[in-house]
């Protein structure tokens, strides 16, 4: 019986992040707002920082199963002392949190911000693909 009601509080608080909106966290000294890249698994990304710095980011314990991180996303990440080509992700900020740092000028502005963000050739410009409609008539349908 005891471990019922135990499940039942546990489930009944598993999204409550969701719908809560929280206060808006600015960086500190030793952070850094950077933009994912490529998720490489394992816990494991690669994000373009806002300083220019590409760094492989360890997502923490605390965030790994609870916050999904996709490409493109919006991160802060503590940078460690000792070795400036790796961080920790701290945090994952929404699209609303990632306008507004924008808008505070936290974000450079050539930044994108999307819900899903499409990737197109290189250089971001769409690929000029072109697909020739043509109907086959009832007879070559039936031949085949």
């Known amino acids: 019986m005891r471990t019922s009601r135990r ?3 546990w489930c009944s608080r598993k999204n409550e992040n969701e719908s809560e909106k929280r206060e808006l ?6 952070q850094e707002y950077a933009q994912v890249t490529k998720m490489l ?6 994000a373009m920082c806002f300083d220019g710095q590409k760094r492989l980011c360890h997502i923490r314990g605390k965030l790994r199963k609870k916050v999904w991180i ?10 460690r002392e000792y070795q400036d080509a790796k961080a920790d ?12 740092l924008k808008l505070y000028g936290e974000l450079p502005e050539s930044v994108r911000i999307n ?22 008539e009832e007879d070559e349908v039936e031949n085949i």
């Open 115 to 136: 819900d899903t963000v499409t990737s197109y050739g290189e250089g971001g410009e769409e690929d000029d693909i072109t697909f020739d409609d043509y109907e086959r």
């Open 7 to 9: 499940r039942e509080s």
């Open 70 to 79: 996709n490409t493109s996303d919006i991160i802060l990440v503590g940078l």
């Open 89 to 100: 992700v701290i945090l994952k900020y929404n699209a609303d949190e990632a306008r507004n």
């Open 41 to 46: 698994g394992n816990g494991r990304l690669e």
């Open 25 to 30: 966290v600015f960086k500190e000294e030793g």
